[in-house]
């Protein structure tokens, strides 16, 4: 386990022995004995795996450090420092930051997040790595600060405060996940993915130490040789997840991301592969329809008769539910989530159906869980950004005879496919939000989609806050310029969840994409847009990538593959405890401010009579009522029960 905290006094005051208890006890949830560092004006703490009944105290030469890291590339990292003995990877990020600075940085391919105080220069610096592997947080007054890499530790720290900020929750229930440093709690801030933030006497600055590439001119001539780099990416990247060889199983599915996953892991002679897939139950599969398809086992069927080392384990939601223990079905609570990563979660029902499946991967002993996140708007992007480049490069017939191929494929017209994917996401802020009020009945057109009151977006001044972050929370038609989903892939802390592997609360599985590998993203952000969609056909380039090693099958399946997890029969068992959240809402003042109470009581009240009519009903019942008491349990578990 890799945890970490520390405190920094900026001022004259020097660190003292309250600052070590205070810091310990808030370490006290780790269930680690620590290593202390100290200097003058800074105590760090770090979990540590030695046995030992009390705190051991590491000598400093006024530099202190303490991280977390999970290195891709060590050799590469050690070769650049002149090193040939195996150095701990945290160590590696250390020596290349205090050597080479942001440049160093930059060359760290994996997991990391450190804080760095120098005593001389009386200067913090705390750094995350580029993607979703590990967090850090951190408080900051005029002259102290407090840093945790988790940030229940942080809030559990007796000086920092645990005051919840209402515009982030409410931006938060409007689906706002471009909130790029702030968390739900007022003055407590993330370190962003890819930045450092430095602190000193002199104030705070924070800048980006690697950005992502994008080029106006193309990689390669040929499309075959962007198909060959793909494919040579896509196996390191896969081979990167893999390097410290865990004990590892696969969130499969019949899927492009995850077929590509499996399939290299295959190819590169990895036996057996535990592959969890989960499949509606016997006669519940829903008809497919022209877009989707309900059931996964003919596509994993395919896979594992093409692959004999995929093992794979077909689950129902029922029977996820059923098979947990006690112990189990605790820590895959809400209550659990909060505990672990102190953040609600956009869709509370996905989100605890994700959580039941990983409790039964780490029940079955497994330490690491490998998924297709990254994979979306990188290898397999579906292409969305090809009618707008064709208009703006001038390029009047493909264009026309893109949008009558995508047409044809969505059953529409091309003249509605060049007004939703040409001029709508054209429009600037303030026009796309004209348009789609005038196109909606209802003005407030968010409000079948969030538990929000509709005076809440004025009350709190949302909308300058979302035209300043670039969100348009009624936008049907958001941009997707290569420029636009490198934001969705680094710089969305909310969308991506924190993912928070080998918490100190919560022992769980912990999640790795190797398809959100960063040269792999980087790579893809630089793949032409005509080449990830052609003749209408979308993720064309990602089938030709995988074309050596996916099914034919599964490389022209056009629908989408929908999870079977049971929503509404999880729902109407919790909806006794529901009724009374609702009720218990007049009583929170926050809740209160921010939730169309009794509308959430009508939902209650018209409860569907079955699944069927739930389906018509999902986003009310799935976005509003259920986000709400997720929401709502997490207010009231913030501020102990007592909001």
């Not at 370490?27 to 004006?41: C, K, L, Q």
């Not at 430095?198 to 990689?219: A, F, K």
């Not at 996916?550 to 068992?573: D, H, K, T």
């Amino acid at each position: 386990m890799q945890a970490f905290m520390g405190v920094v006094r900026l001022g004259a005051r020097l660190a003292d022995a309250s600052d070590r208890h205070a810091l310990i006890q808030a370490a006290g949830a780790w269930r680690h004995p620590v290593t202390v560092e100290e200097s003058a004006h800074a105590i760090f703490v770090s979990a540590s795996e030695t046995p030992r009944s009390d705190y051991e105290t590491r000598p400093s030469d006024g530099r202190l450090f303490a991280g977390a890291a999970f290195v891709h590339n060590p050799e590469d990292i050690s070769a650049v420092l002149g090193q040939r003995a195996p150095t701990p990877h945290a160590a590696l990020v250390r020596e290349m930051f205090e050597s080479r600075g942001d440049d160093g940085l930059a060359a760290v391919r994996g997991a990391f997040a450190f804080a760095h105080w120098d005593e001389h220069t009386r200067r913090l610096t705390l750094a995350r790595d580029c993607g979703r592997g590990k967090t850090l947080y951190f408080y900051r007054t005029d002259d102290l600060v407090i840093f945790a890499s988790h940030l229940p530790s942080l809030i559990s720290h007796r000086d920092a405060p645990r005051e919840l900020d209402e515009r982030v929750i409410a931006s938060f229930l409007a689906h706002d996940s471009r909130q790029h440093r702030r968390t739900f709690f007022r003055r407590i801030d993330r370190v962003p993915p890819r930045y450092t933030v430095t602190v000193s006497r002199d104030g705070m600055s924070s800048h980006p130490y690697w950005t992502p590439r994008i080029r106006d001119e193309r990689l390669y001539r040929r499309d075959e040789d962007y198909v060959q780099r793909g494919r040579e990416l896509l196996d390191q990247a896969v081979a990167r997840a893999m390097s410290d060889d865990p004990k590892f199983a696969v969130m499969a599915s019949g899927g492009l991301d995850s077929s590509a996953i499996v399939s290299t892991l295959a190819r590169a002679g990895r036996a057996p592969i535990p592959c969890y897939t989960v499949v509606p139950a016997e006669g519940r599969a829903g008809a497919d329809t022209r877009e989707r398809y309900f059931d996964e086992r003919p596509k994993t069927e395919l896979l594992a008769r093409r692959y004999p080392a995929l093992r794979f384990e077909h689950l129902t939601g029922a029977s996820l539910q059923s098979n947990l223990d006690v112990r189990q079905a605790g820590q895959v609570s809400d209550r659990a989530r909060f505990e672990r990563t102190a953040t609600p979660h956009q869709g509370a029902s996905r989100s605890r159906f994700g959580n039941q499946l990983r409790a039964r991967i780490a029940a079955d002993g497994f330490d690491v869980v490998l998924g297709g996140g990254g994979g979306n708007f990188g290898l397999t992007w579906h292409g969305a950004d090809l009618l707008p480049y064709l208009a703006r490069k001038g390029r009047l017939l493909a264009l026309l005879g893109e949008a009558r191929a995508t047409a044809r494929h969505k059953g529409s017209s091309s003249g509605r496919t060049l007004v939703r994917e040409v001029l709508l996401p054209s429009l600037p802020f303030s026009a796309r939000r004209w348009t789609r009020r005038k196109l909606s009945p209802d003005p407030f057109s968010l409000h079948g989609n969030t538990p929000l009151r509709r005076d809440v977006v004025a009350e709190l001044d949302l909308e300058g806050a979302w035209e300043a972050d670039g969100f348009d929370p009624d936008s049907a038609w958001p941009s997707s310029a290569p420029s636009e989903r490198a934001r969705w892939l680094f710089d969305h802390p909310l969308l991506l969840h924190d993912n928070c592997p080998a918490s100190p609360v919560f022992q769980d599985v912990e999640l790795r994409n190797p398809l959100a590998d960063r040269d792999l993203l980087e790579f893809a952000l630089n793949v032409p847009a005509t080449l990830y969609r052609r003749d209408g056909v979308p993720r064309w380039f990602a089938r030709q990538v995988l074309a050596d090693r996916v099914p034919a099958e599964i490389l022209g399946e056009r629908r989408r593959g929908v999870q079977p997890w049971p929503w509404f029969e999880s729902l109407s068992a919790r909806r006794g405890e529901i009724a009374a959240e609702v009720e218990r809402m007049e009583n929170s003042i926050i809740a209160s401010q921010l939730f169309d109470i009794p509308r959430l009581r009508r939902l209650v009240d018209d409860w569907p009579e079955d699944e069927r009519a739930a389906e018509a009903l999902g986003h009310a019942y799935m976005l509003s009522l259920e986000q709400a008491i997720h929401v709502f349990q997490f207010i009231r578990w913030a501020v102990s029960d007592n909001a």
